[in-house]
């Protein structure tokens, strides 16, 4: 199982889940300037299945990224988690967090990622998946990325968002924020936080909180569950930061918030 190195040593807590009754693999994603590297899996033999976009970490797409997407398949989804940052360069190389942000992360613009995911959208349409029902999960970065293409992708019937920043991204390039498209979302958000996460204060939290009460239907219907014992990257099942009790938790309900909603 390969990790991305910046994410440090691999916890003894990692998860592997087994592909039986799946159909899964790598596969080359077509894109407007030719095609980056992308994962899928789903359940084997079905057909118009909601689709769930899985956007990745700062790490890019390694083990764990297709590990939650072999979760989501078993849940009874078609899964798709594209390698985002191909373009800019091997997140996969860095040892490095600061210099991974600053010399990769940051070099992405959120047009990219959203060109991206609507051809995620678009492959997983042609092969088992229902474009009219779509959902995305993403963590840190790809948190993030979650609350943005929910506004993006007028087919988002649900989104789950795992402490991703609100109040500011990653880089000059990011121009908006979580914050500024509440009055945007075409489907309710479920953004899933740890109280202990000093990169997200629990008061831009509440502030978001505001925001979605007094934004428009989608908004109004988005829910937070924060909680109290975890820091950032709780769901990380292969670091330390992981937390199995708010990680089952998380996972639950983001299982039920998308059967609620696809």
Known sequence: MSFSAA???VAPTVIHTDTQGLVHGD???PVADGSIAAYYAAPEGRRDLPIVLVVQEIFGVHEHIKDICRRVAKAGYLAV????YERQGDASVYTDIPKLIAELVSKVPDE???ADLDASVAWAAQNGGDARRVAVTGFCWGGRLTWMYAAHNP???AAVAWYGKLSVGHGPLIKRFAYDVVNELHGPVLGLYGAKDASIPVADIE???AKLANGNAAAKQSEFVVYPDADHAFMADYRASYKPEAAKDGWKRMVEWF????
Do not use: E, H, P
């Open 155 to 157: 087919n988002v019937r």
């Open 112 to 114: 990219q990622v959203f």
């Open 259 to 262: 059967q609620r909603y696809l």
């Open 81 to 84: 988690a594209a390698n985002l």
């Open 7 to 9: 994410a440090g040593n």
């Open 207 to 209: 502030t978001m909180k």
């Open 27 to 29: 596969f080359k994603l």
